[in-house]
């Protein structure tokens, strides 16, 4: 524990053994305004800009352009052994249009390890695929609260 500009900084590094309460204390100091979550690992999903985003069956949701009826898929944003492991069966919205190459792409990986990588791509490529891809994983992807969405989100 460190305390620095009047904030107290926590680091849990070992295993807890009661997760749940953890969670519940944590969770209602977070709605309080007491705590606040600092991990790069943790981001929100926009999910009215996947629903609203996912309504042409025929364009990509990643790469925007139209998919050949042979090279249609569906992805999964969150990975299905993601949401396997946490006891999810089924996430509403999860699935979304994908031609076969960024399906291929993407793979397994999160949403936010996936834009690293299209940036690495797009830095290495200049292709300008990967930066229609990066344009869509930027507006799908945000850090903080919901009162950030349209305005002042903090993209990494």
């Known amino acids: 524990m ?61 790469c925007r352009l139209l998919m050949l009826p042979n090279k249609k898929t569906k992805d999964h944003l969150i990975p299905s052994m993601v949401l396997k492991a946490y006891g999810i069966s089924n996430l509403p919205n999860n699935k979304v249009p994908c031609c076969y190459d960024c399906n291929q792409e993407k793979a397994y990986l999160m949403p936010d390890v996936f834009r690293r990588l299209v940036r690495l791509k797009l830095h290495e490529t200049g292709d300008r695929r990967y930066e229609e891809i990066l344009i869509t994983l930027n507006r799908l992807i945000y850090y903080g609260t919901n009162e950030d969405i349209g305005g002042g989100k903090e993209v990494h």
């Open 2 to 62: 460190e305390e620095k500009d009047g904030w107290l900084y926590v680091t849990v590094t070992k295993w807890v053994w009661d997760k749940a309460n953890l969670h519940r204390i944590l969770s209602t100091l977070k709605e309080q305004g007491v705590v606040h979550f600092r991990d790069r690992g943790y981001f929100n999903i926009d999910w009215d800009f996947v629903i609203e985003h996912s309504r042409n069956k025929e364009v990509c949701f990643f």
